[in-house]
C-alpha cells in the first residue's frame, strides 16, 4: 500500500509502542503519594493499584499471547494501544479509588497485547543484525517511556495545577498519535494459518532451554521495576524524606535514563555476559537501597536509581537477546509473550506482598524484604547464566573441532 510506512519509519514506532508500556507502567508513580493523602489509602491499595496492571498483563498474555502469530503484530498492537487509551483516560478523569482500578486493568491489557508483538515487530523491521539491534532498541524504548513518565509526572505534580489529572492528558494526546501511526505500519504478511484460539504462549521443545534463562533472567530485572515503580516515590517521600515531587522523579528517573545509555552501549556485548554482568550490579543496587533505608540517604538512593537502570538493561538486552536469536519468526510473537508473562507475574506477586509487609510494619522493612527477594533472585539468575554461557562455548568448541575435523 502507497500509505505505509517505511521500513526505517516502522521501526521506530514499534519503538514508540515498546516505550508505551514502560511510560504507562510508571504512570501513576509519582501520584501514589497523592492518592494516598487524598483518599486516605494505606501502602496495601497503593502497591494493589501497581499491581492489578502486572496480574492483568499475565491474564492477557494467557489468553491472547501467540494472538500476533495469528493476526499479525500491527493489529495486535493496535487492539493494544486502544485498550491503553481506555486506561489512561480514566485516570485522566479518576474521581475514586476505583476507577484508578478499573483504568488499571485497561492499562494492563493493552501492555498485555502490545509488549510481545512490539518487540518482534522490532527484530522484523531492524535490518542488518536485526536481533542485537531490536534488544537495543527495546531497552531504549523502556528507558525513555520510564523516564519521561516519571519527569512529567513529578514536573506536573510539583508545579501545575489538577496535579492527579494532568499528566494522564499528556500520555493520553501522545497515544493518540501513536495509534494513528501505528494504523500505517506494513499489514503482515508472514502469519500462523489456521484459526486462533485462546491457550497460554508455547515454546517449542528445542527453544525451551534458552527459554528458561531468557524468562528468568527478563523476570529478575523486572523486579527492579517494584522498587521504583510501585514503592518508589514512598520511598523517597517517607525513607528518604524528599517532600518534593519533581525532584523525587529526577531521582527516579535516573533508573531510566542510566537503562538507556546501558540498552545504548551494550548492543555489541556477548548476550550472556551482558545479562551476568546486570545480575552482579543488581546485587549492588540492593546493597544501596538498604543503605538509603537506614541512613536515609538520598545519595544513596540515587545511586540505587541509576544501578538498578544499568542492572535492568543489561539483564533484558542479554535475556531478550538470548531467546530473540534461536526463535524463528512465525512464532516469535508467542515465545516472547511467554517471557514476559513471568516476569510480570512475579512483580504482580511481589508488589502486593510488599504493600502488606508496609502496612503491617513500615516501608523501611519492606525495602529490606525487596534486598533480600531482590538479591535471592539474582544469585539464581546468575548460576542459570553461566551455565548458558558454558553450554555455548562447549557447543562452538565442538564445531570448531568438527570443521578442523
Given at each position: 500500500?502507497?500509505?505505509?510506512?517505511?521500513?526505517?519509519?516502522?521501526?521506530?514506532?514499534?519503538?514508540?509502542?515498546?516505550?508505551?508500556?514502560?511510560?504507562?507502567?510508571?504512570?501513576?508513580?509519582?501520584?501514589?503519594?497523592?492518592?494516598?493523602?487524598?483518599?486516605?489509602?494505606?501502602?496495601?491499595i497503593?502497591?494493589?493499584?501497581?499491581?492489578?496492571y502486572?496480574?492483568?498483563?499475565?491474564?492477557?498474555?494467557?489468553?491472547?499471547?501467540?494472538?500476533?502469530?495469528?493476526?499479525?503484530?500491527?493489529?495486535?498492537?493496535?487492539?493494544?494501544?486502544?485498550?491503553?487509551?481506555?486506561?489512561?483516560f480514566?485516570?485522566?478523569?479518576?474521581?475514586?479509588?476505583?476507577?484508578?482500578?478499573?483504568?488499571?486493568?485497561?492499562?494492563?491489557?493493552?501492555?498485555?497485547?502490545?509488549?510481545?508483538?512490539?518487540t518482534?515487530?522490532?527484530?522484523?523491521?531492524?535490518?542488518?543484525?536485526?536481533?542485537?539491534?531490536?534488544?537495543?532498541?527495546?531497552?531504549?524504548?523502556?528507558?525513555?517511556?520510564?523516564?519521561?513518565?516519571?519527569?512529567?509526572?513529578?514536573?506536573?505534580?510539583?508545579?501545575?495545577?489538577?496535579?492527579?489529572?494532568?499528566?494522564?492528558?499528556?500520555?493520553?494526546?501522545l497515544?493518540?498519535?501513536?495509534?494513528?501511526?501505528?494504523?500505517?505500519?506494513?499489514?503482515?504478511?508472514?502469519?500462523?494459518?489456521?484459526?486462533?484460539?485462546?491457550?497460554?504462549?508455547?515454546?517449542?521443545?528445542?527453544?525451551?532451554?534458552?527459554?528458561?534463562?531468557?524468562?528468568?533472567?527478563?523476570?529478575?530485572?523486572?523486579?527492579?521495576?517494584?522498587?521504583?515503580?510501585?514503592?518508589?516515590?514512598q520511598?523517597?517521600?517517607?525513607?528518604?524524606?524528599?517532600?518534593?515531587?519533581?525532584?523525587?522523579?529526577?531521582?527516579l528517573?535516573?533508573?531510566?535514563?542510566?537503562?538507556?545509555?546501558?540498552?545504548?552501549?551494550?548492543?555489541?556485548?556477548?548476550p550472556?555476559?551482558a545479562?551476568?554482568?546486570?545480575?552482579?550490579?543488581?546485587?549492588?543496587?540492593?546493597?544501596?537501597?538498604?543503605?538509603?533505608?537506614?541512613?536515609?540517604?538520598?545519595?544513596?538512593?540515587?545511586?540505587m536509581?541509576?544501578?538498578?537502570?544499568?542492572?535492568y538493561?543489561?539483564?533484558?538486552?542479554?535475556?531478550?537477546?538470548?531467546?530473540?536469536?534461536?526463535?524463528?519468526?512465525?512464532?516469535?510473537?508467542?515465545?516472547?509473550?511467554?517471557?514476559?508473562l513471568?516476569?510480570?507475574?512475579?512483580?504482580?506477586?511481589?508488589?502486593?506482598?510488599?504493600?502488606?509487609?508496609?502496612?503491617?510494619?513500615?516501608?523501611?522493612?519492606?525495602?529490606?524484604?525487596?534486598?533480600?527477594?531482590?538479591?535471592?533472585?539474582?544469585?539464581?539468575?546468575?548460576?542459570?547464566?553461566?551455565?548458558?554461557?558454558?553450554?555455548?562455548?562447549?557447543?562452538?568448541?565442538?564445531?570448531?573441532?568438527?570443521?578442523?575435523?
Amino acid at each position: 500500500m502507497a500509505t505505509e510506512l517505511s521500513q526505517k519509519a516502522s521501526f521506530w514506532v514499534a519503538a514508540g509502542i515498546v516505550a508505551h508500556t514502560l511510560w504507562t507502567s510508571a504512570a501513576p508513580a509519582m501520584a501514589y503519594p497523592l492518592y494516598a493523602g487524598q483518599w486516605h489509602l494505606t501502602p496495601t491499595i497503593t502497591t494493589t493499584i501497581f499491581a492489578i496492571y502486572p496480574i492483568v498483563v499475565v491474564a492477557t498474555l494467557i489468553t491472547f499471547g501467540d494472538l500476533s502469530d495469528h493476526i499479525g503484530r500491527r493489529m495486535t498492537m493496535l487492539y493494544g494501544l486502544m485498550a491503553s487509551i481506555a486506561g489512561v483516560f480514566l485516570f485522566a478523569i479518576a474521581t475514586d479509588v476505583w476507577m484508578l482500578f478499573v483504568g488499571r486493568v485497561f492499562m494492563g491489557l493493552g501492555v498485555g497485547l502490545s509488549a510481545g508483538p512490539s518487540t518482534a515487530a522490532l527484530v522484523d523491521y531492524a535490518g542488518k543484525d536485526g536481533t542485537e539491534r531490536a534488544s537495543s532498541m527495546t531497552i531504549s524504548g523502556q528507558a525513555v517511556g520510564f523516564a519521561a513518565s516519571l519527569l512529567v509526572g513529578g514536573l506536573l505534580i510539583q508545579y501545575a495545577p489538577f496535579p492527579t489529572h494532568l499528566s494522564f492528558l499528556v500520555l493520553l494526546f501522545l497515544l493518540v498519535i501513536l495509534s494513528c501511526l501505528t494504523y500505517f505500519l506494513p499489514r503482515d504478511t508472514n502469519t500462523v494459518s489456521g484459526q486462533w484460539k485462546p491457550r497460554l504462549p508455547r515454546v517449542e521443545r528445542s527453544l525451551r532451554r534458552p527459554f528458561i534463562v531468557s524468562a528468568i533472567t527478563v523476570m529478575t530485572a523486572y523486579t527492579h521495576g517494584v522498587t521504583v515503580g510501585s514503592l518508589g516515590s514512598q520511598f523517597a517521600h517517607e525513607l528518604v524524606q524528599s517532600s518534593n515531587a519533581f525532584v523525587n522523579s529526577i531521582a527516579l528517573s535516573l533508573f531510566g535514563v542510566s537503562l538507556g545509555i546501558t540498552g545504548l552501549l551494550s548492543r555489541r556485548v556477548d548476550p550472556s555476559k551482558a545479562a551476568i554482568l546486570g545480575t552482579v550490579i543488581s546485587i549492588g543496587a540492593m546493597v544501596l537501597l538498604a543503605g538509603a533505608a537506614m541512613f536515609r540517604s538520598l545519595a544513596l538512593f540515587i545511586a540505587m536509581a541509576a544501578a538498578s537502570g544499568t542492572g535492568y538493561a543489561l539483564m533484558v538486552y542479554g535475556g531478550l537477546a538470548i531467546i530473540t536469536g534461536v526463535t524463528p519468526k512465525d512464532v516469535r510473537g508467542g515465545v516472547l509473550s511467554g517471557v514476559f508473562l513471568f516476569a510480570y507475574l512475579f512483580t504482580g506477586i511481589l508488589a502486593v506482598i510488599l504493600g502488606k509487609v508496609a502496612t503491617l510494619s513500615d516501608l523501611a522493612h519492606a525495602a529490606f524484604a525487596e534486598v533480600l527477594v531482590m538479591s535471592a533472585l539474582c544469585l539464581v539468575t546468575l548460576i542459570l547464566l553461566v551455565a548458558h554461557a558454558r553450554r555455548g562455548s562447549l557447543s562452538t568448541s565442538s564445531d570448531t573441532c568438527a570443521t578442523k575435523a
